[in-house]
């Protein structure tokens, strides 16, 4: 099977709308041991969504996972030869703004997934939780979308 035949099989609600109008102008980037199961969790449990997925046998050369309130990630199986450039699997970090906070910490407490730092309320407005992924890389999610540049209304 090609890799546009393991695309197209994905089920439509783990795909990215072409619609989904994001233009994303920084792309986190990390790389997983086990990069299949890692967009599997992100996409199945997290809520991320499978925008592409290109495979090299049975490594996945590069993936992009676009986040349903805005955003995208790319991520690849690891590579050593790229250590000069790319983190080590399980040392990424991102915050993921989300207007869901709550629905989402009780939606990935329920499946299991490792919570790293509990829902609270923080000093500077924001509602936030962190988990750990399968591969140990941390994940923040939360309300705060960042202070306003300046020279624009708050």
Known sequence: MNT?????QQPQS????????RAPSVWPS?????????????VGTVGFLRTAVYEDGDRVAHAELDWPEGG????GSYDEKSQE????????????????????????????????????DQPYGS?????ADPEGNKWSFGTYRGSPRPGTAA
């Open 14 to 21: 783990a795909t990215a709308p072409a619609s989904a109008g």
């Open 127 to 131: 509602r936030e939780f962190a988990i």
């Open 4 to 8: 546009t035949e393991k695309q197209n």
């Open 72 to 75: 995208a990630i790319m991520l």
């Open 85 to 120: 450039w790319c983190l080590k699997p399980g040392t990424f970090g991102a915050y993921v703004v989300t207007d869901h906070v709550d629905d989402l910490y009780r939606r990935l407490t329920a499946a299991g997934v490792e919570i790293i730092r509990e829902i609270e």
């Open 30 to 42: 990390l790389q997983a041991h086990d990069a299949p199961a890692l967009i599997d969790f992100l």
